[in-house]
């Protein structure tokens, strides 16, 4: 079974080019509009996304940004939404291949614990280190979530299998290319917003984009788990 298209929950979704163009970096000042209005926001209020399933959810600060300060609020969020939230430990994010022992073992330990797959949420360079983590060891995840995070031509041409994406992308972004933060193929959503790539972090929409996708494969899960206990085989694809 498929997550619901894009269209279907009227959410913009197309085939992005290899070229875009980044906003001056100076736009990046309307970040501050987007950390003051997230707290009085439906998304934040928990009145517009589903509640969550209990399920983990590992959540990475990006380039120069901490655990400590940078995901405090949406992993607080996440919590009062019924995730169970996880900090990767990492106090100032310098690299992927820096970081990437630390949080491959953090995730092994929660998958460990909770004995849940994991979904996995990064912030621009935070989500190309949690694409390597989750193809490193792709059977304890369920999904990957990547805010404003380009992709490669590598990337591009071997996608994850078996996992559900959402890549997020604002094209005011005055910081990476917005046109290569995104990827077609299937199990795949990629959904703009409006805000800037330093605010994302405390932007409502991209709260609401994320609620509502790991709702979805909160919901992909539980119809995957019930149909190993019938009798008979179900093609998922029937599904």
Partial sequence: MAL??????????????????IKPFWSEANAVREFLELPVSEEWNYNEVPPGDGSPVLVLPGFSESDFMHTVPIRSWLGGLGYSPHSSGISLFLAPNIHFTQVDRVSRDIFEKEGIKINIVGHSMGGVLARRIVRNNPKIFRSVVTISTPFTQEERGRPLEGIKQLNVY?????????????????????????????????????????GNFLAEVSKYEEIEAAKKRLPFPVSSKAA
């Fill in 4 to 21: 619901a298209p894009a269209s279907e929950r009227g959410i913009h979704s197309e085939a992005l080019p290899l070229q875009g163009g």
């Fill in 170 to 210: 604002t094209k005011d972004d005055g910081v990476v290319n917005w046109s290569r933060c995104s990827i077609d193929g299937e199990n795949i959503q990629n959904e703009e917003i409006h805000g800037t790539h330093s605010g994302e972090l405390w932007n409502h929409l991209m709260y609401g984009a994320l």
